[in-house]
């Protein structure tokens, strides 16, 4: 008997970022897995890139658009009361939200959240204080009501157990995975994309939004000392503005053409991006997940990233770790890595444990427990 399932997709309607990366993929899996599904799309404006979800597949999606604002001050109107009786109308089997947000008066249909990360608790002050009231009461509010909370590493779900109600038998650790077909070392036309972008392979790429936790002061911190003691490869930075960039950017302006900020980058881009790399630097204080580091090791692109143990749960051995405030540590291992690169079918093989249908397979299994299967 087939199920129908509402999914909050929100993210898939604003420009590309790790959530919604995570969404497409991990929907794309579930609609291979069991095919006769039926998903109710609920989203605040029109889906962007839905043309690449899953190639050949032809999933029951029905984009269910909600118009709204966008503003985070202003969400919980579209969450807790917008959403609901359109809920309780459509009666689906189950309510999944990547973006942790419980609903108001749900009823009797079972709720799961994917949680991410909990950086306003871990990091407080990295954000603007708007953004870090709306993600507290919106955790805090899935640990006390939702069905079953994913949280997508141990490390996550050490952080989310803290919030008070978030009992372990309502927790589960689902990584994520990684798109094996569109991240390999091999790429025909790399040389030619690369031209287009007037860039020279052998750079070290940085991937991820300006914002303070990404910690890209201190990356420049680390390059212009490297930069000191020998010709080092130029820095390619990839993401968009975030919060609190201002600075950061401007002395990415001040460092050209050495360094360099691509912004948003076209879907078929990235992969050529991490196979041409001779490194990925991932200097984060603090992350849910760390996807780049998982689709540079896929790409055989060796990695250097923080040691926290976040990053050595997604890394394991296949990458190099460094405090993420010790710059002549990373100046080290960057010169390593730039010299005696590790074997790319080395870096590969531990990204094949990281897959969407293992993904896909863990969150029916959840979902299946919460609609009482």
């Known amino acids: 008997m087939s199920a129908t399932i509402a999914v909050d997709v929100r993210v898939l309607g604003e420009e590309h970022t790790g959530v919604a990366t995570y969404t497409r993929s991990l929907l794309t899996a579930l609609a291979v897995e069991r095919p006769d599904t039926e998903w109710l799309l609920f989203s605040h404006r029109t889906l962007k890139n839905t043309a690449v979800w899953g190639e050949g597949v032809q999933p029951r999606w029905h984009p269910r658009i ?3 604002p966008a503003p985070m001050v202003v969400r919980p109107i579209w969450d807790h009361v917008l959403i609901p009786p359109l809920l309780r109308l459509a009666a689906p089997d189950l309510w999944f939200s990547p973006l942790s947000i419980t609903p108001a008066g749900l009823g009797r249909i079972p709720s799961v959240v994917t949680i991410h990360d909990l950086a306003f608790m871990k990091l407080p002050g990295i954000q603007p204080a708007k953004y870090s009231a709306a993600w507290s009461h919106s955790l805090k509010r899935a640990a006390r009501k939702a069905t079953h909370a994913i949280c997508v590493s141990e490390s ?5 157990l803290e919030l008070p109600g978030a009992g372990p038998e309502r927790v589960s650790v689902i ?8 991240f390999q070392p091999g790429g025909c036309d790399d040389d030619a994309r690369l031209k287009e972008l ?3 392979p052998g750079y070290l790429l940085a991937v991820g939004t300006l914002e303070p936790r990404k910690n890209y002061s201190f990356l420049l911190d680390c390059y212009e000392e490297l930069s000191r003691s020998g010709d080092v490869p130029p820095l390619l930075i990839v993401g968009g503005e975030g919060w609190s960039s201002a600075d950061v950017k401007k002395r990415i302006e001040g460092m050209a053409p050495r360094v360099r900020r691509l912004g948003y980058i076209e ?3 990235l992969p050529v991006l991490y196979r041409q790399a001779s490194a990925l630097v991932f ?4 992350e849910g997940f760390g996807l780049p580091v998982l689709e540079a090791l896929a790409s ?9 143990p976040v990053c050595r749960e997604v890394g394991g051995d296949a990458a190099y770790y460094a405090a993420p405030n010790n710059c002549e540590a990373w ?25 969407w249908q293992k993904s896909a397979h863990a969150t029916w299994a959840v979902f299946d427990q919460c609609m009482g299967g």
Not at 175 to 182: A, F, P, S, T
Not at 331 to 355: D, G, N, Q
């Open 331 to 355: 100046i080290s291992a960057i010169w390593k890595i730039v010299k005696e690169p590790p074997a790319k079918e080395f870096l590969r093989c531990h990204a094949e444990s990281f897959t």
């Open 175 to 182: 990584h994520e995975g990684v798109d094996l077909e569109r």
């Open 198 to 200: 007037n860039i020279e």
């Open 267 to 269: 879907h078929h881009l």
């Open 66 to 68: 909600v118009p709204f």
């Open 156 to 160: 996550t779900r050490r952080d989310f």
């Open 300 to 308: 055989g692109t060796s990695v250097l990233a923080s040691d926290l």
């Open 283 to 286: 200097p984060t204080l603090y």
